[in-house]
């Protein structure tokens, strides 16, 4: 596709069940990074994949989170037991091989736990 | 560690006034310094790049290592400057991910 595509858009959970988030690159960008936006804070590194490199998960803030990536396509960001503070919007991007060049964003999932 | 700070949270400037959002870093190596621009409804956009010494929509923003500094400048605001604008930064290989600084939301009055 054009840009970078999220799914879904928007998504209520209730706490303790496991989320799971989309996010499918720009066709070509070999690498790809998901932040986190929780309401009036910045962008918060979550993990990063590179080609075939094993992903920096150095940002993922505990062992409920985790992320996959097939090759050089999608990419999905699993949150199991969800709680309250995991409300946020997480926000998917790609680049080229080096980032230098900048990001490309997706629009988000704001993901709500009630 | 890397670290961007952008210690405003709000500016607000009349149009035609004078433009400048603040962004400082820590980084003991070489950076690489974006902003970032987040438009009502729209998604998060690179604005510019300091390595590309461009102007995007009037503003430029220039690396001041001394100051370790790389505040987003623009002569004459628009109404259609207010967003929300990032400071970025990442090591020049660009192997690591971008650090983003908490934004300033700039509004500009009529």
């Known amino acids: 596709g054009a840009g970078v595509s999220q799914s879904p858009s928007n998504k209520v959970t209730e706490k303790g069940k496991d989320v799971e988030l989309r996010c499918d690159p720009i066709?070509?960008?070999?690498?790809l990074y998901w932040y986190r936006q929780r309401l009036g804070q910045g962008l918060e590194f979550l993990i990063y994949f590179q080609g075939n490199s094993a992903p920096d998960k150095s940002g993922l803030p505990s062992d409920r989170f985790s992320a996959e990536r097939t090759g050089e396509s999608v990419s999905t960001l699993t949150i199991q037991r969800t709680q309250q503070e995991d409300s946020a919007v997480y926000l998917c991007a790609s680049s080229l091989a080096r980032g230098n060049y900048g990001y490309t964003f997706g629009s988000g999932t704001r993901l709500t736990v009630v | 560690a890397q670290r961007v700070t952008q210690p405003e949270k709000l500016l607000s400037v009349f149009k035609g006034a004078p433009v400048e959002l603040k962004c400082n870093y820590s980084?003991?190596?070489?950076?690489?310094l974006f902003w970032y621009v987040q438009y009502s409804r729209q998604r998060l956009q690179l604005l510019l790049r300091?390595?590309s010494r461009e102007s995007i929509k009037g503003f430029t923003a220039d690396l001041n290592k001394g100051e370790t500094s790389f505040h987003l400048k623009k002569p004459f605001a628009q109404e259609e400057d207010s967003a929300m604008y990032y400071c970025a930064l990442s090591a020049i290989s660009g192997n690591t991910p971008l650090v983003f600084g908490k934004g300033t939301r700039l509004s500009v009055i009529a």
């Open positions: 066709s070509g960008h070999t690498a």
């Open positions: 980084y003991s190596g070489s950076p690489e």
């Open positions: 300091h390595i």
